[in-house]
Structure formats: structure tokens, C-alpha cells
């Protein structure tokens, strides 16, 4: 995107997009300032108001994450997890089987290969029954080899089950975790995809394993592990754990889409409310004037003080400060001790302007394991001091409403993005946005773990990773460039990675509309 | 026939399914009480038992019709049958004397079993080959079949076929067990072959001599048989004696052919006593009592059908049509087989769909080299494994067999998806995917079920894993301990009951084993595990390293206990230990796959011409034996008998040199090293030089011969020239080596893989056999040992490198005008390791290719030297030790090809992790960095750590087989698995199991072998390590050698001596001694901090003492290490359970049950959760 310079303490709201062959942005915003912004200025805005409330049933989804490590110590495996996905998926899909496929059986998997297998053997049965029958008269007859045997038709079923892709790119992490040392807790190349041409698909439920067919309505480039889905499918008679796939549903097929946008009852109902999101603020790498101007953009002493004015929160998508990994030998305590100044300094001065949820991510200093519990108070006691700000961890789920509102709130759900990264890596998919799109369709944050993505095990109680329902939000942090577009009353928002692209996401909570919000310096 | 819902009305109904299953039923009481009958009643065979019943018993039935039934029998039985389901478990389980059997339901789905089981059959016989009438018929159409086993029976002569011996009361008939091209079985009934021998004619023996020889001989045969003459036998022994012009094979013949008498004799157990005889002495018409060597008469009468026939093992043979006769075979669709004795001339003997009688003449065997007659027919392969319920290791006495997964497979035809997968089990259990699962309540109904399987499938393969000394006398055992004596009815007999007797093999390449054989006639048995320990060197031999190794798939190892835990359970867990029952059947069978075994044993029948079962049963031998006969007779040579005396007598076995000539210079030659290497060394001295039995000149004899007719070998033996007489086993080797290209060249046009398959396995059967014909003429055990051809050959090789080198060294030099001095570094068996000096690969290459052909123009041929590689670098260690990177292509580019090495112990399982890691990553460093500062620095760095107990756990594990608890002598895991059944017997090692232990630091004067400990209690209680075992026991020798070469014994020193030596620190362990007194406080986390915290200020902070509390970036750091800590150990737990469950292939959906010591992941698994745990412990701290 062209970025249109603006005089010195000009600074300008520039509305429309340079690159309108981007289809995917529906408007973007870009800040620019040449020279220094003005440090001190904080205009105290009337600032429009949000109330976010996380008690409700999705802000109790993640109070695991919260609550202190003794409840990370776990002894169970990850079976309840997945036994819990399937069958929480199981009954949700069972209502929309019949509209969608009238008079289609649901079987499991080892019933519809018994059964395939009974069909064959009693069609060859027949035949050598017949073959009896008719004696040795035809000369021809009784000259059959073993595998000449006849194809039976069988029957139409549909099928619920966990997806188990086979990966034959997957990297192992045998070989590191029993060689010892760090090499296990490695991240994957950023940017390297694990998709091979013959990758399998199978179908898994409790009784059993079906293999899927090689076929254009299931293909394996399309699904990542651990998708539930719904198929429409045929067992093969003559190898019964072969099933040839017709049709397929996915969850969001089957459950309802977020419910239609509410009104906000605000005062000022002409003027949009955001919700800026921003991810990757990684300070300590990033150029400290960009950071400054972010902050002096949500003051309102740079930029259009009245778009600022309509930022009611702002939330922060994880990965806020550069730490150095325990297994890089230039692991350097000093640098991150400064780096973590700063984002205390940067958050407490954020903070007293508006209230901020801070999320953490993959690279925060905060525990790993999905869902990620919120950073440490004692990483950030000044910030923590400042009432505005909110600890959170990873994902979030938020409903947003004005102070006086009583109607539906807005749903906002949205994570720091390794979810979405994870399953880029094994889909042929190549955009960011289509993959956080079919995490909705699949109604789950976080197919690939534990497979390939480090979660936590469950009891089985709930499926935290799961979409309950489709939120009016669905975000995910950290992902190379900015992109929007809405699916079935959700708006996906891909906020870009700070550190690498300047930039932040304002949502409009009226109209759902997101826009891309540059800084750029040309001091640095 | 539907079951369950309809299963009322058809009892009530009675239609013919059901009435047959009812007459099944109604007949079992009788049955049971035979079957009740004491043990070691020769026949077991239950007379009122038919085929029908046998197929009736395991008919389907279901619930309704079961409880019919016990109420029917609770009316004829006392009433302490209350609880019918309990009562059957326990007669299971003690063995108690049989009651009439209740069958639950038997299938899975809504499967009907009698039509699982013509599922199962052989395909139906094809017009040319049936015969419904009752009596035979001559085939009108040519019978083609593989041959897969073959071997004898005495019979009465057949009245058409072998006329020659009407009026004999037995005649030996060969059975040539055979599978056609449609898959349909065939025993072939073979009349008129006679066994025979040879002996030298006495002197001056005329032909009027032959009837007053044959008497005497007769007479004398006739008094050592005399018990067999009472029993009925012929008293005709000799059946003949003839004049016939042959020749020894022992030792240049000038005479060339002389008189030899073939004496035929009239069954094959009475060459012997007549072999004997003739060693012994002879007194015949009025001559003296004359003894001599005999010739051909060790041979077994099935080898010299095939050696005198010219059949292979594995071979098609064809039976001239009209030639042949068909017995009647009204037995629809074969397979159905009884433990009755058949009856009558014409009922059939064996469970082939097809028996045929035909003379011996009128078998024509077809060339596997000729068109296609190299394919392999549709045999039937079946794979199998046993799940026996015990604590410790199983005993036939006692512990039942709770459950059998069999695995059926069609060669050539079902590679992926086998025709079945069937599993029996003991008890309910649930359906199972892909998988027909038959549950039974009586033990002895399950083992009948399992016969009744291998009747119906009709393998003419079995395999499992090591079945052959578990598996098969384990089913035959219990068998025999629950009183089920109608279960051993396996082979392809009728009537004849499998047993296993005890065999002892003895080679000199695979040492001697014990083991069981169990009588299959007409099936092999192929017993992958013996397979894979005969032809590769693997550090374990367990299914699961064997499986990992080539499959790269593991099994989940189910403990013993937790075998019982899952039998014990319900219909669920007996699922998921049928599961791990099936998966120990199909993996035999993906091996037997992957290997080729099917392909390459085939072939290796087909080129040694011994049947398929004896390539397993037997060594080498036989293979040349076979060979040297087939080509003996069209040369008129005969084999003579020597005994075992032979020459092994002289001494033991290394009567003559080794093979290794020239020292290595150790050392680290980062300049290329060339290789030159002798292509097919012993075999093409052999040819050059024409050393053979035929041509060995006897050492009195050398002077009737001029220089020129003769060769001097170095190790003065003379041999004759191949102009005088070309000699057997060079002709052999020529035969075999040139089939060889030829096999190789059509391999390389090959397309079809089936094709391809078989062309590879001929190359290398050819390879093998024409490598073994050297090791035949030094077997000083053997059964033709002739050390003068095989120290003459070894001695050829050692004067043929000595020549190498000499003439390498003397071109390549600088006086020759080269830019080097070449020297040669070290010399193999084979091959000559040369420098030339020039550090460009290519260049190397291209010296190495020159002095290949200059020096191969010196020598004879065949023989051929090869340029092959260039190592550069290269680690020379010792003879045989050495390591490096291996490049074969000038264009060094790409790097090179792979990294090489021999003789390090990089491999060896008794060998910690710890060593096996280092000596790879110096590998590396030293070969692919050429950095050998770096490789220092890497080792120093390890034995710090190692001193500072910050090496992981789990590469410091040995592991070690326990075997039979019967050393003398304390060995280190014996003792630590006496200990672990004091502490739980129920997880503690049996004999069989792989122990792993780490070494612990003992008390002062404790012995090594008593500090081992489990690593997970040592993990679990903090042991302390014996950091200086490890140093100077595992890693110190490896170390050495591999370092001296590069850095000096001085250098060496200094690396486990070093400064980095002298810091060692111990952990504390958690139990004993004085931390029982100790108090536990806490110490700061402050980085570098420890100080401990008092008890008073652990309401402020259990983190952080008061100094670092007033420190900010103390307090940061301090809780970014431990988060980091935390972290790591956590994601590598999370990464290991996944991986874990991966590599067990589980279902989502459950638990992961392995704690079995030989899976890595285990420990792995249980070290990351005692980390993990640690690390969340300390992170609770910060509140």
C-alpha cells in the first residue's frame, strides 16, 4: 500500500486505500508523521464508553487459563480432550443431519465397515452358492481366481468423526525430546508449510478408523487434525475401511451464525465506536517512534483527534515485548529486563488513556500451553497498578456492550494467532484470512492441538478450544499482514503483526466495519 | 443365516442351518468325555466327529439359542453348574476336566461364520482337476503347480503307476505338496523313485559278482532290520545292484572314470543300515571281507528325487497330461479337514483339494529363468499370534490362551488390504474395526475354532513371530494340559497329529540355537524372527525394534500384568488387547512384505534347488551340497561320504589364516582415500585358479605331472590346470555369477514390480550362494571339508592385496613424475584402502579407476579389481574401525553420498545413550566440519557436564536382556530385577524383558554390578549418579579410540584428565540417609541468589529473599527463568504424550497404556512429567 506522506504537524486522517486491487480491506487508515510527535500532548478526549463483560458464559470458557499454575499440573492425556470435541461436535451436528441429508442412517465408523464387509461376503457367498447351484454343466464356471470377486453396492451413511490427517512432512519431535535438551521446545520455521501431495485423510471415532478415499469433496490439503466433520459417505465393499466421501457438513454448517449485529445505545449513535486491536507490539524490537505514535494516535494528539475520541479500548493480540527464548546462547537478562520497562512504562501510560486488555501470545513471557494464563503481575507492576488495564490471557472472549445497553451484547473471540499459524503450516490454503475463516466454519480455535499445537489436557468437562457459538468477532494476532472480510454474520479480522507492518486494526462496534491504521515515521 | 432377531424363530423353525448347528450340538456331550480321556491315549481321534460337526461347532449362534441350550444341558448335569458363565472361566483357568461347551455369540455385526468361512476357501477346482466320481481318473489336461514342500511316505506300490514294484508291500512315494495358478491346492502322490548309493567297485568285481553282492548285502540288511521284517515290512532290501562308471569327487582322478556298484535299496530308511555295512566290511561270494567309503548316501531320499529330477525348491513342475490320475475329490471347495484317519484306497489323505498319483518320469520341472515360469504362485500366507494370560512368563500348565489374531493373505494379491483379519478371544469382546472378532467361553472351543481357521484358510505359508519356538508348542501344549487333543490336527494330513519335537542347529555363521519343530506337512512354517536373526545384525531382536527398524513402526508393548488387567476387564478392554493381538499378527506379515521374504527365500530354493523349509531348518551346506550334486551328476562325480571326521580332525577351526593382510596406519587422513575393492574375491580366485575337489593333485601323485599341468598355490597345494580338467566349483561359481549379471541386467529392464521382486531375489540368492561355496570347503564340521582349497584361497587373496599395494606404491610416487607419494593405508579382505596424496576428490577418483584396470591386467581373471568410493576424510581407527564420508561421484558438489562406518560403537545397545550421541556428533564434527578442535572442545564439554550431573537421565541408560536367571556370576540387571520384584512384583522384569538401569553411586566397596537402579526410581527419588562409571566405563574406551588417531594419546589424556574434570557436583538425593533430619527451606530464585529464605518472611515472598524483593530486574529475571524453566519441561511433556500415543498408532480416543522399559518414549514420557512437575512447583511459589 502506498503511503501518502503528510506535512510536518499536519498530522492527517487519510481516509481511503492506495491499493484498491486488495479487495480485502475495506478501508484503511494510514498515519503518517514526519518529524516528532508531541510527546507530552495527551488532550483529555471524551471517550466513548464500552463495557466489556467477562462472567458470561464465554468469559468463564478460559478462567482456567487464569487461575494460578498449581492447576497446570496435570496427570490425564489428551483423550478426554478429543473424546469431549467429538462428542460435545456429535450432538450439535445430529439436529442438522436430517434437514440436510433426509433418511441417511448416522453410523459409526466400525458399523459401516462391518457392514460393508457383511454386504461383500454375502454377495460372494451368493455367487458361490450359484456356482454350486449350476454344477459343473458350464464349462467356464467354477475356473474363478480368489480376487475375482464382484463389487456391492453399499449403503449411503453419514458419518460424525475426528479428521487424523497423515503428515508425512510433520516434523518429529521424537528425536529432539529423547536426544535431551531444547531442541523439543524449538518453534517451526515461520513460514514453512508441512503439506504433502499424498497425505491420507481418516476418520476416527470411538469404535473405530475409516480411511477416506482420495476425492474432490474431502480433500486432505483442505482439512487440518482434529477437524470434527460430518460426512455423507459410501464404505467400500471390497476394503470396508474405505469410505468414498459424497458430501460433507462442518459445525458451522450445523450451528446457528451470530446472531444479527445489535444496536448500540450510545449517545452518539452516528459516530462509530472502536475497538482498536493491535498485536506485535514486540517492544524492544520495534522502532520506538512507531510505538509513540500509536500511543499519541490513541491520545489524540497525532491523527484525527476525533477518530481517537471513538476508540473506547483498545485490546493488545499478545506478543507485546521481544524476550530472548531460554535455548538461543544469546540469551541476553539485561535486554529483556529493558524490554519489559518499557512495555510496563508503555502500558501504564496506555492504560490511564483508555482501558486496555492485554493478551498474551506465544512469545510473551507467560506460561505456553494453550489456553495461555495472563502475563505475571510482577513482570509489570506499574502497569499493573493502573486500574484500566486487564490482564488477560489467550484466547479471549469478550462481550462488549455500552455502559447502558441491556440488549445482546457483542461477541468478540480472538486469539494471538499461533492457532491460525499452526494450521496454515498443514493446509495448502496460502491466505491467513482463509484459514481463520475455516476455523469458524469449523467452529474450533484450535483443531491442530494437542496434535501439532501445545494445549493443555482437559477432563473432559468442556472443550475449551471449541466455538460455543458464532461470535460477531473472530480475530487472530500476529499474522503478516492486515485482512478482513465477513463470513455468515462473523467479522474475521487478521490484525497484523505491529512489529513488522506499523500497523493496528480499528473495529467499529456499530457497523462491525475493520480498518487498518499505519504509523509511520519517518524518523527512526 | 441372519442371527440375533431372527435366532427364536429359527430355532423353533429348525430349518437346515439351524438343524445342522442343533446336530453339532446335540452330539457334544460324547465328544467332550472323549476328549476328557487321559491324556497320551495315542489316538485322540474322536470317531463319532465329522466334517459337518466340526464346521457346526463354531456355527453362529446367539444369546437366545445359548441360553436354550444351557438349559437343555443344566437338565443332564448336576446341578453345580449354577452359574454357568463363572464356572466356564474357572474350568478355563485350572484346567478342570472339560464339560459339554456353551458357545457365545460368535461373530461380529451380523456376520454369518460358515459364510465367513467359505470366504475364506480355496477358490473352487477348476473343471480340468475335479473328479466326482469315486474312483480315479486320468487328468486330461497338463497340471501345472509350484512346488512348495516336499517329502515322503511308504506306501503300497500303486497298481498302475509303479508296476516295476507290484508284489513289494511298500514302495517310498514322494508328496510334492503344490499351489497352481488359480490358487487351488495339490498334493502329488509320487511313484517309482528309488533311493540308492554308491560304493567304489572291489577290485577285479565283474558283473557276475552283482547277484552274490546283492545277497550278502540283503542278508546282512535283513539282520539289523530284522524287528522291522516282524512288523510286515518287505523282505527284499537290495533291490538291485548295478556296474556303473563313476568318479570320486575328492582329488584329481587321473584314471578319469572308473567302476562304481549303485546299489538300490528298497525304502530310505534302510541306505543306512546298509551304509554302515558297507563301511564296516562285506564278505560276499567267496571273497574277503571287504569295507570302503560310500558315496551319495548321506543324501535325504526327498533331495535326491529333486537332484536326480531336476527340481528346485519353489519350482514349477509340470504333470504330463494323461499321465496323472485324479483321486476323486467330492470334498466341496477343499479345506475341510478332519482328525479322522482316512479310510480306504481312495479317500483322501491330505486336506489338498486336489491329490493326483503320477510316476516320477512324468514330472517335468520348468526353468524359473525360462519366460514366466519365474512367477510366484498365489500361496496362502497366514500370520498369527497368541495372548496367554500370566504372571511372568507363560506356562502351557497354566495359563490359558486368552486370545488368537490370525491374518490372512493371498501372495500377490491382497498386498494391502489382507483377505481377513480374525481374532478369537477368550471371553466377550467388542467389535473391533476391519476385524472379525469370534468370542468364546470355553478355552477349548477357541483353540478348536483357531484349527478349524487353519483347515479352512489352507495356508500353505505360516509366519508370526517366533512361532516356531512360542507360538505353535504353546497351542500344542495347552492343548494337550486341557485335555483338547482333537486341536492338533494342523498340517496338511488328515489324521496325523502335529507335535513338536526339540532340534538342535549348529552353524558356524549363526552359532547354535535350540528350537522347536512342529510337524506341518505340506505347509512351511517361516518364522520371521528366526528369518531376521539369521540374515541381519541387529542390536535387539524384540518385534518391536524389529518392526521399528524396517516399518518404522512400533507396537505399544503391553506389560504381562496389564495383559491379565485387560482380560479381566470387560468386552471393551478385551478389544484393545485384541487390537495389540492383531497388530503382533499383521506386523510378521508387513516384515514378511518389506523383506521379501516370500520373494528372495523362493528364489534362493530355486537357485540352491533344496526345498523352501529347508532354508530355514538347515545352514548353508546343504545349499552347496545340493549344488555340487546336481552338477556331479552330469559330470558322473560322485560325492563320498566322509563323515563327520573329515577333515576337521587336524585341529580346530582357524587351521589356516585369516583374511586380514595389511595393518591399518591409524589415523585422520583428511586427504581422499581411495578404495579399491576385489569383486567377488574367494569365487573368482576359485575360478582363476581352478581350485576344486576335482583338481587337487594329491600330494604323491605331483610328480606325475609336469610343471605346466599344474599350479603351485601359496600355501603349497597343487591343483591341476583347467587344461587338464577344468574344475566342478569354478564352473559353478561361473554358472552362478554369470546368472547373476543376467539377473541384474533384466532387473534393470524390469518394469512390473512383481517381477522385479523376484529378478532382485534371484540376484541375491546368486550372490549368497556363489560367496558360500568358499565357506563350504572350510567347514571342518562340514559334510565335504577341503582346507586345501580354502586356505589356498585366503591365501590367493592375502598374496593378491600384498600385490595391490605393491604395485600402487611403486607407480604412484613422485619419482614417477606424480605430484604425491600414494600410500596404502590399510588392507580388508577385500579391499585396499589407497592415498594418493592429491587432496581433490576427483582426482583421486580418477587415479583410483586408473589403477583398478592397471593392476586388474596383472592378475588372472576373472578376477577384477574395482575402483569403488573415495573416503574423504577418513577416520581410521584400527582393522576394522573406521569411519568416513563416502563420495562416489566426481562431481563432489552435492556433497557427499553418505557418511560410513564400521566397527564403532555407535550402535551397540549395551552402550549408554550418552555414548552413542557423542560418538556421533565427533563423527560429525571430525568428518563433516573437519574440525577436530571442535570435537575436542564438544567432548570436553560433555564430561563436564557429565561430572556436574547435568547430562539427561535417559542417555545414561543401559539396557540388558534377562535371560534365564542362571549366572554364576552377579550381573548388574539380574541383580536390579530381583530388587524391582521386591519392590512390585507385578511391574518388575521377567526373563525375556529388556532391562534398563543407570548406575548409581554406591556405598564404598560396593561391586557395579550392585548399583544399578530402575531410572524411574531414580528419577523419582533424585539418586545420584555414578558419574565416574560412566566416564571411565562407557565413555573412556570409545572416546579414545576414536580420538587418538586425531589428537595423540596426549591429547586424549588431557581430555579425561583436564582442567574441566576437577568441578563434580552430586545430587542430594530425596530419601535415606540424613534428609530424613533435614528441614527444608527455600531459597531465593533471585538470579545466582540460593539464599535461603526464612521461615518468617515466607509470608512476604516464597520466591524472592528481602534483599532481591527491592530489586526490580532481580524479580524479573528471577521469575523469567523459572517461566522459561516451566515452560520448556511443560511443552516437552505436552510434545512427548502426543508422540507417544503416535508412535503406538492408538485411537484418539484412549488412554495410553505403554509402560513397557524397551519403548524410549516411555521413559521420555515419565522424565518430562517429573520435570514438569518440579518446575510447576517452583512456579506455585510466585503467588
Known sequence: MASVSLPPYLPAYVLGSGDSANLAREKDVLVSLDGGGDDECTPLLKRACLHINQSGDSGVRFAGASTSVAARQFTVQYSSTLYTRLHKAKAKFESAIPKKWPGVPVKETLAVSSDATAAQLAAVDAMHQAEEAAGTQSATQGDRKDDEVTEVETEQVVVIALVAKEMRLRPNAVDDAVGGGAGATKLLGAGKKFVHDEDGLFLDDDTGRLRVAEGDVLPASKLTNGVVVAVLCRARATAPDVVDVEDVMFLGDATPAAPPRPMMADDTKDAPTYVMLVSGLSLGQTNPAHIGLLLDFVAGSVGDAAAASRIARVIIAGNSVATSKDDETSANPDSDVANLAALDAFLARLAALLPVDLMVGAEDPAPYALPQAPVHACLLPAASAVPGLNRLGNPISLEVASDDDTSTPITILGHAGQCVDDAWRYLAEDDRLEVLASTLRWRHLAPTAPDTLVCHPNDGSDDVLGMEAAPHVLFAGNQPTFATREEAGTRLVCVPAFASTSSAVLVDMRTLEAHEVRFQSHYS | ?1183
Open chain 2, 1 to 1183: 443365516m441372519k442371527r440375533s432377531s431372527h435366532a427364536a424363530s429359527q430355532e423353533a423353525a429348525a430349518g437346515p442351518s439351524a438343524a445342522a448347528a442343533g446336530g453339532g450340538l446335540s452330539s457334544k456331550k460324547p465328544k467332550a468325555e472323549a476328549a476328557a480321556a487321559p491324556p497320551g491315549g495315542d489316538v485322540p481321534v474322536d470317531d463319532d466327529m465329522d466334517d459337518l460337526e466340526l464346521l457346526a461347532e463354531l456355527e453362529a449362534m446367539d444369546h437366545e439359542e445359548n441360553n436354550a441350550q444351557q438349559k437343555q444341558q443344566k437338565q443332564q448335569q448336576p446341578p453345580e453348574e449354577e452359574d454357568a458363565e463363572d464356572d466356564d472361566h474357572k474350568a478355563a483357568a485350572t484346567a478342570a476336566p472339560p464339560k459339554p461347551h456353551v458357545e457365545t455369540k460368535a461373530l461380529s455385526g451380523s456376520v454369518d461364520l460358515a459364510m465367513l468361512k467359505r470366504s475364506w476357501a480355496r477358490p473352487r477346482i477348476p473343471r480340468h482337476l475335479r473328479n466326482d466320481t469315486t474312483t480315479e481318473r486320468v487328468g486330461n489336461a497338463p497340471l501345472r503347480m509350484m512346488q512348495m514342500d516336499l517329502d515322503y511316505i511308504v506306501a503300497p506300490p500303486h497298481h498302475a503307476l509303479s508296476r516295476e514294484h507290484a508284489g513289494t508291500p511298500e514302495t517310498p512315494v514322494v508328496r510334492i505338496f503344490g499351489v497352481t495358478d488359480e490358487g487351488n491346492s495339490v498334493c502329488a502322490f509320487v511313484h517309482g523313485f528309488e533311493p540308492y548309493f554308491y560304493v567304489p567297485a572291489p577290485p577285479n568285481f565283474t558283473p557276475d559278482d552283482v547277484p552274490g553282492f546283492r545277497e550278502a548285502l540283503n542278508a546282512r540288511v535283513g539282520e539289523a532290520q530284522r524287528s522291522a521284517a516282524s512288523r510286515g515290512q518287505p523282505t527284499v532290501y537290495v533291490r538291485r545292484v548295478t556296474l556303473e562308471k563313476k568318479q570320486s569327487f575328492m582329488n584329481y582322478q587321473a584314471a578319469g572314470l572308473r567302476p562304481f556298484l549303485k546299489i538300490v535299496m528298497s525304502l530310505p530308511n534302510m541306505v543306512a543300515p546298509a551304509r554302515s555295512i558297507m563301511e564296516r566290511g562285506l564278505r560276499f561270494g567267496d571273497n574277503q571281507e571287504w569295507a570302503c567309503t560310500t558315496y551319495e548316501s548321506n543324501v535325504l531320499y526327498a533331495l535326491r528325487f529333486m537332484i536326480d529330477q531336476d527340481i528346485s525348491g519353489g519350482q514349477w513342475v509340470e504333470l504330463a497330461e494323461n499321465k496323472y490320475r485324479i483321486l476323486p475329490n467330492t470334498r466341496a471347495g477343499g479345506g475341510a479337514a478332519s482328525t479322522r484317519a482316512p479310510t480306504g484306497a481312495n479317500a483322501p489323505k491330505t486336506a489338498c483339494q486336489v491329490e493326483v498319483h503320477v510316476n516320477y518320469r512324468d514330472i517335468a520341472p520348468k526353468d524359473p529363468m525360462d519366460g514366466d515360469w519365474g512367477r510366484i504362485a498365489p500361496m496362502r500366507i497366514l500370520s498369527f499370534d497368541i495372548e496367554c494370560s500370566a504372571q511372568g512368563f507363560p506356562e502351557a500348565e497354566k495359563n490359558p490362551v486368552i486370545q488368537i489374531a490370525s491374518i490372512l493373505t493371498v501372495q500377490g494379491q491382497s498386498k494391502d488390504t489382507p483377505l481377513a483379519k480374525v481374532v478369537m478371544t477368550l471371553g466377550t469382546c467388542s467389535d473391533i474395526a476391519g476385524a472379525q472378532v469370534l468370542q468364546f467361553e470355553d478355552e477349548r472351543n477357541l483353540l478348536r475354532a483357531f484349527r478349524d481357521l487353519v483347515l479352512c484358510f489352507d495356508p500353505d505359508l505360516i509366519t508370526g513371530y517366533n512361532i516356531q519356538n512360542f507360538d505353535v508348542p504353546y497351542l500344542l501344549d495347552r492343548a494337550a494340559a486341557i485335555g483338547c487333543q482333537d486341536f492338533c490336527y494342523l498340517s496338511r494330513l488328515l489324521g496325523v497329529r502335529t507335535k513338536t519335537r526339540d532340534t538342535v542347529f549348529s552353524s558356524k555363521a549363526h552359532g547354535t540355537r535350540e528350537s522347536k519343530e512342529a510337524n506341518l506337512e505340506g505347509r512351511v512354517c517361516f518364522d520371521v524372527m528366526q528369518a531376521v536373526q539369521r540374515d541381519y545384525k541387529l542390536s535387539s531382536y524384540t518385534l518391536n525394534a524389529v518392526a521399528a527398524h524396517f516399518l518404522g513402526d512400533q507396537k505399544e508393548d503391553v506389560h504381562h500384568s496389564i495383559i491379565a488387567d485387560l482380560q479381566n476387564g470387560n468386552a471393551d478392554t478385551r478389544a484393545r488387547l485384541a487390537r495389540y493381538c492383531i497388530k503382533d499378527a499383521l506386523l510378521p506379515q508387513r516384515l514378511l512384505d518389506k523383506l521379501m521374504y516370500v520373494y528372495n527365500y523362493v528364489e534362493m530354493a530355486r537357485v540352491t534347488g533344496v526345498p523352501l523349509s529347508y532354508l530355514l531348518g538347515r545352514g548353508q551346506m546343504i545349499k552347496v551340497l545340493s549344488q555340487l550334486m546336481r552338477k556331479g551328476k552330469t559330470l558322473s562325480l560322485v560325492v563320498p561320504n566322509l563323515g563327520h571326521q573329515g577333515g576337521g580332525a587336524q585341529g580346530g577351526d582357524d587351521t589356516y589364516e585369516g583374511a586380514t593382510v595389511l595393518d591399518a596406519k591409524s589415523g585422520f587422513y583428511t586427504e581422499p582415500v581411495a578404495t579399491l575393492d576385489f569383486a567377488s574375491l574367494y569365487p573368482s580366485i576359485m575360478q582363476a585358479h581352478n581350485l576344486c575337489y576335482t583338481t587337487l593333485v594329491r600330494k604323491e601323485e605331483v610328480k606325475n605331472f609336469s610343471p605346466d599341468q599344474i599350479e603351485r598355490t601359496p600355501t603349497g597345494d597343487v591343483f591341476v590346470r583347467p587344461s587338464v580338467r577344468e574344475g566342478v566349483l569354478p564352473q559353478i561359481l561361473t554358472e552362478l555369477l554369470s546368472a547373476r549379471k543376467r539377473a541384474k541386467a533384466d532387473l534393470k529392464k524390469e518394469k512390473d514390480p512383481f517381477k522385479k521382486a523376484v529378478l532382485d531375489g534371484r540376484q541375491l540368492a546368486l550372490k549368497v550362494s556363489a560367496n558360500s561355496v568358499y565357506g563350504f570347503t572350510g567347514a571342518t564340521v562340514g559334510k565335504l571339508p577341503c582346507l586345501e582349497i580354502s586356505s589356498s584361497t585366503t591365501a590367493f587373496g592375502r598374496q593378491m592385496i600384498e600385490h595391490t599395494k605393491n604395485l600402487v606404491e611403486k607407480k604412484y610416487n613422485k619419482a614417477n613424475g606424480y605430484e604425491y607419494d600414494s600410500e596404502v593405508v590399510y588392507g580388508d579382505t577385500d579391499s585396499v584402502f589407497v592415498k594418493f596424496g592429491n587432496p581433490d576428490v576427483a582426482e583421486s577418483m580418477r587415479l583410483g579407476e586408473e589403477a583398478a584396470i592397471l593392476i586388474t591386467e596383472t592378475f588372472m581373471k576373472p578376477i577384477k579389481l574395482e575402483f569403488e568410493k573415495v573416503y574423504s576424510p577418513l577416520l581410521l581407527v584400527s582393522k576394522k574401525r573406521y569411519a568416513g564420508l563416502i563420495y562416489t561421484n566426481p562431481d563432489t558438489s552435492k556433497g557427499p553420498d553418505k557418511m560410513d562406518m564400521k566397527g564403532l560403537e555407535t550402535v551397540r545397545r549395551d552402550n549408554c545413550g550418552l555414548v552413542r550421541s557423542v560418538l556421533n556428533n565427533v563423527l560429525n564434527k571430525l568428518l563433516y566440519d573437519q574440525d577436530p578442535d571442535a570435537a575436542v572442545a564438544y567432548v570436553k564439554r560433555v564430561i563436564s557436564d557429565l561430572l556436574q550431573n547435568k547430562v539427561d537421565l535417559s542417555l545414561l541408560i543401559v539396557s540388558k536382556q534377562l535371560s534365564k536367571r542362571e549366572y554364576a556370576a552377579a550381573q548388574p540387571h539380574v541383580l536390579l530385577a530381583d530388587r524391582m520384584a521386591k519392590r512390585d512384583p507385578l511391574t518388575a522384569p521377567n526373563i525375556g524383558d529388556r532391562v534398563p538401569y543407570v548406575i548409581v553411586s554406591g556405598t564404598k566397596n560396593s561391586k557395579m554390578s550392585e548399583n544399578a537402579e530402575d531410572p524411574i526410581y531414580v528419577l523419582e527419588n533424585n539418586v545420584p549418579i555414578d558419574n565416574s562409571y560412566y566416564l571411565e566405563n562407557q565413555l573412556k574406551n570409545p572416546l579414545t579410540r576414536l580420538l587418538e588417531p586425531v589428537i595423540g594419546s596426549k591429547g586424549v589424556n588431557d581430555v579425561f584428565h583436564g582442567a574441566h574434570t576437577r568441578r563434580v557436583t552430586q545430587k542430594m538425593p530425596k530419601t535415606g540417609g540424613l534428609m530424613a533430619f533435614a528441614v527444608k527451606t527455600f531459597t531465593c530464585l533471585g538470579p545466582g541468589c540460593r539464599v535461603p529464605i526464612p521461615k518468617k518472611d515466607e509470608a512476604i515472598s516464597k520466591a524472592f529473599c528481602r534483599q532481591c524483593l527491592t530489586d526490580p530486574r532481580r524479580v524479573t529475571l528471577g521469575y523469567l527463568n523459572c517461566l522459561g524453566a516451566c515452560n520448556e519441561a511443560e511443552t516437552r511433556r505436552c510434545k512427548l504424550i502426543v508422540e507417544h500415543a503416535r508412535v503406538h498408532e492408538l485411537s484418539p480416543f484412549v488412554d495410553n497404556l505403554c509402560a513397557s522399559r524397551d519403548c524410549p518414549l516411555y521413559f521420555a514420557c515419565k522424565k518430562a512429567e517429573v520435570d514438569h512437575k518440579e518446575k510447576c512447583v517452583i512456579m506455585e511459589r510466585f503467588t
